[in-house]
């Protein structure tokens, strides 16, 4: 069983700052490509921020220069820090993790729970 562990959501004035962490857990061998996707209500899910297991990175236009997507291989946990926020970035951040499972050959993407961001006007 594979658990991504989201934290880091909150209420936050435009303008200001906020970190979130996934963390993922459980029996895999690796873990490949994480990201974050945002909700926000009656829209569809989309993409923020990926970054793949070397490091390469890829950001929706919309947080271009103000978010940006890390990683730390040995702790299985990605970060978005998101600078500058807008009241449009309201929404909910749902982490995305494509596990390897330890046979190296079968891969899986799963998804956290999701935390809520808000940023008033």
């Known amino acids: 069983q594979v658990q991504l562990v989201e934290s880091g959501g909150g209420l936050v004035q435009a303008g200001g700052s906020l970190r979130l962490s996934c963390a993922a857990s459980?029996?895999?061998?690796?873990?490949?490509?994480m990201g974050w996707y945002r909700q926000a209500p009656g829209k569809q899910r989309d993409l923020v921020a990926r970054?793949?297991?070397?490091?390469?990175?890829n950001y929706a236009d919309s947080v271009k220069g103000r978010f940006t997507i890390s990683r730390d291989n040995a702790k299985n946990t990605v970060y978005l820090q998101m600078n500058s926020l807008k009241p449009e970035d309201t929404a909910v951040y749902v982490c995305n993790a494509e596990v390897r499972f330890r046979d190296l050959i079968s891969t899986f993407r799963y998804w956290g729970q999701g935390t809520q961001v808000t940023v008033s006007s």
């Open positions: 459980g029996s895999f061998f690796s873990v490949e490509n």
């Open positions: 970054i793949i297991s070397g490091g390469a990175t």
